[in-house]
């Protein structure tokens, strides 16, 4: 047999023990989870805000049924506008996503936070 293969237990194999994250980092990583989420979850109402500001910036008419021409800088931005508008609609599925995602999120941190200060009562 060309290879010789031992089980993991006679390798003697150890985990390094783990490197304790300050808690700066941790609220960091926490934080920028958080803002990921709220991004995903908003982007609908921002897009669907968004047409509408800049439709009533040009003077152009924006609604839901029907395409209308919108020229800005010589270029016809109402087809964009109004596929952005419509996008507002997605917020029936973003808004409870987000909702369920920011209760995991809490979850995860608060388990997490606890973890960070059982480990730093236990290096003390």
Same mark, same amino acid.
């Given at each position: 047999m060309p290879f010789h293969? /031992? =089980?993991v237990a006679q390798q +003697?194999? /150890?985990?390094a023990p783990r490197?304790?994250?300050? *808690? /700066? #980092? %941790? *609220?960091?990583r926490h934080m %920028?989870? %958080? #803002? +990921?989420?709220?991004?995903?979850?908003? %982007? =609908?109402l921002i897009s669907a805000l968004g047409a509408g500001y800049i439709a009533g910036l040009a003077g152009c008419h924006l609604d839901e049924a029907s395409v209308h021409a919108c020229y800005i800088l010589g270029r016809d931005v109402g087809p964009l506008l109004s596929e952005l508008g419509v996008l507002g609609w997605f917020m029936l599925i973003t808004f409870p996503a987000g909702a369920l995602l920011l209760l995991c999120w809490l979850l995860f941190f608060a388990r997490n936070l606890v973890g960070y200060l059982q480990q730093r009562n236990a290096a003390e």
């Open positions: 293969f /031992r =089980p +003697g194999s /150890r985990k490197q304790m994250l300050t *808690l /700066r #980092a %941790l *609220l960091f %920028l989870l %958080l #803002a +990921g989420i709220a991004l995903i979850t908003f %982007l =609908p």
